[in-house]
């Protein structure tokens, strides 16, 4: 089921981002934590 990986990152944007996990695509580990 190759829509599997797109139906879990759909969960994971309504569910809290995980530290260093989505999110760390978009921001440095660094400049999310201090």
Known sequence: MPN???R???R???APPAPGLAS???I???ARLP
């Open 24 to 26: 760390r695509r978009r």
């Open 12 to 14: 994971k944007r309504g």
């Open 4 to 6: 599997s990986p797109r």
């Open 8 to 10: 879990a990152l759909g």
């Open 28 to 30: 440095p580990d660094g």
